[in-house]
């Protein structure tokens, strides 16, 4: 119709790579925040930007780049914290700085026109490719397919990993095979909130929605559901107020989690009272 934003390609573009982003995110995001992974998440957020410089320095898409060293180093957190008997947080904390340096040098040592990084960093939804929703769209598909199969081993792997291990004998591939799925997952959303905030978008949906239940579906349900709600809203107020998308859309999913927190909050006294009175 005449004056609405959706006459512009880059704008549906948009909203569903905010659809799919929170597809992959919520199912994701709330597999990281059950097992307390959110800084190993974070380390392989910004090891990925040394994928993306290696890329530009390559001459090929940074992207592919940023996925192939974003699963090298998530599987090498894995090895090391369990092979080689390094603390998990300082497995990460070495690989989430080589990953920062080897990106900056690599984009450094890249000849000519330096390429803006602001994107990367910070995310540009506005300018999703088409290849980039096609990417995002497998994912989602990919993401569903595995934890639908695999749903009970996940839960378990997620709230008890040692009840897990009795559950079944392949525990540790599928905590390789899963952290490797987090880690393509936290790549093809670089696009959207950048390095720098990817892993707000993993998040705080899950917590949003941690608030109204605590069962492992209706979480991963309830974040995909705020996940896109925040995006979507996000993304539309800073079309109108001419701001940046990526930092637009993780403030936010915060203000919808302080909002929802407080109501809740605020509900359930009211409720309490009126039981008791």
């Known amino acids: 119709m005449e004056g609405s934003i959706l006459q512009y390609q880059f704008v549906v573009r948009g909203l569903l790579g905010a659809l799919f982003a929170s597809?992959?995110?919520?199912?994701?995001?709330?597999?990281?925040?059950?097992?307390?992974?959110?800084?190993?998440?974070?380390?392989?957020?910004?090891?990925?930007?040394?994928?993306?410089?290696?890329?530009?320095?390559?001459?090929?898409?940074?992207v592919i780049g940023a996925a192939v060293f974003g699963v090298l180093s998530a599987l090498g957190v894995e090895y090391l914290s369990v092979r080689q008997k390094i603390r998990e947080d300082s497995a990460i904390g070495i690989l989430w700085a080589f990953g920062m340096a080897a990106g900056i040098i690599f984009i450094y040592l890249t000849p000519g026109y330096t390429p803006n990084l602001m994107g990367y960093?910070?995310?540009s939804i506005l300018t999703v490719t088409k290849a980039d929703i096609i990417a995002l769209g497998v994912m989602a598909?990919?993401?569903?397919?595995?934890?639908?199969?695999?749903?009970?081993?996940?839960?378990?792997?997620?709230?008890?990993?040692?009840?897990?291990?009795?559950?079944?004998t392949y525990v540790n591939l599928f905590k390789y095979v899963t952290t490797s799925l987090i880690a393509l997952t936290i790549v093809l959303n670089i696009r959207m909130a950048g390095v720098v905030l990817v892993i707000s978008l993993l998040t705080i949906p899950p917590n949003i929605a941690m608030i109204f239940t605590k069962r492992y579906h209706n979480i991963?349900?309830?974040?995909?559901?705020?996940?896109?709600?925040?995006?979507?809203?996000?993304?539309?107020?800073?079309?109108?107020a001419g701001i940046p998308v990526g930092a637009t859309i993780i403030f936010t999913l915060v203000i919808l989690w302080i909002l929802t927190k407080t109501?809740?909050?605020?509900?359930?006294?009211?409720?309490?009272?009126?039981i008791h009175v």
Do not use: C, Q
Not at 143 to 168: H, K, N, Q, V
Not at 220 to 240: C, D, K, M, N, R
């Open 220 to 240: 991963v349900i309830w974040s995909i559901v705020t996940g896109f709600l925040g995006t979507a809203t996000g993304y539309v107020i800073s079309y109108f």
């Open 23 to 62: 597809i992959t995110a919520g199912l994701a995001g709330t597999y990281i925040v059950s097992r307390r992974m959110v800084f190993l998440s974070g380390g392989i957020t910004h090891a990925s930007f040394g994928g993306i410089g290696i890329g530009y320095f390559a001459g090929i898409n940074p």
């Open 141 to 168: 598909v990919i993401l569903i397919l595995y934890f639908g199969m695999f749903y009970r081993t996940i839960l378990y792997i997620s709230y008890d990993e040692i009840y897990a291990r009795t559950y079944s």
């Open 263 to 274: 109501g809740y909050r605020i509900l359930n006294g009211v409720y309490f009272k009126k």
């Open 121 to 123: 960093l910070f995310g």
